[in-house]
């Protein structure tokens, strides 16, 4: 008589790791949609097997941890938002700032989302703001939506009510001395969200004088 192989059999907790695995972080909502139990997660993260970046946000504790892992959180937490501003700069290396919060764009006139974690701070965009000059980047297995290098530095003139101009001139000319993007792509960028004439005479004095 043969022996029958064992059959594994795969626990709600395997299959949370599994869903938290592929995802690189998920919320909550994402593992009980598998039909796991919020109980199996609370065990898994009591047992230190997971780890709670916030409420509702669980990564694995041996999970690579990159330079945009805020973002990653973000882009979690505010599933619709765009990365934007200081820390699209940041990210771009556009800017020696280290922004305390995540700035993050939302549509229209929607109310932010009541989060204690990651610290963040919104603008809104428009139906065009929110797809114009949008990067979608891969960060831990999470699809982060951020501006384009010329979208941002568009937008911090925009906003530079929020943030300064200076902030606007610098990375423009960051990403000029590095050919990051033209002084072109940024003309383009800026006639289309009605900034050219604001933004034209620093356009023209960087690339006549770059330094």
């Not at 556009?94 to 700035?103: F, M």
Request: net charge positive; proline share 6%; aromatic share 6%.
């Amino acid at each position: 008589m043969h022996n029958q192989p064992t059959k594994t059999r795969t626990t709600a907790a395997d299959k949370a790791l599994e869903i938290i695995s592929a995802k690189g972080m998920a919320r909550l909502h994402e593992i009980k949609a598998a039909g796991i139990p919020e109980m199996v997660v609370s065990r898994l993260a009591q047992s230190n097997r997971i780890v709670r970046l916030a409420r509702g946000l669980y990564q694995l504790p041996d999970a690579d941890i990159e330079a945009g892992h805020t973002l990653a959180e973000v882009a979690k937490t505010v599933p619709n938002g765009i990365i934007c501003l200081i820390s699209a700069l940041a990210y771009q290396e556009l800017t020696l700032q280290s922004p305390s919060v995540v700035w993050v764009a939302i549509e229209g006139q929607k109310h932010p989302p009541k989060r204690e974690y990651p610290p963040m701070r919104f603008v809104h965009f428009n139906n065009k703001g929110m797809i114009e000059g949008i990067d979608h980047k891969l960060i831990e297995g999470v699809t982060v939506k951020i501006t384009t290098p010329a979208r941002t530095i568009v937008d911090c003139f925009r906003f530079r009510n929020k943030i300064g101009v200076d902030i606007g001139i610098s990375a423009m000319r960051e990403a000029f001395r590095r050919r990051i993007c033209t002084p072109d792509d940024v003309m383009r960028c800026a006639r289309s969200f009605r900034m050219s004439a604001v933004m034209k005479p620093y356009i023209e004095t960087l690339t006549n004088d770059p330094t």
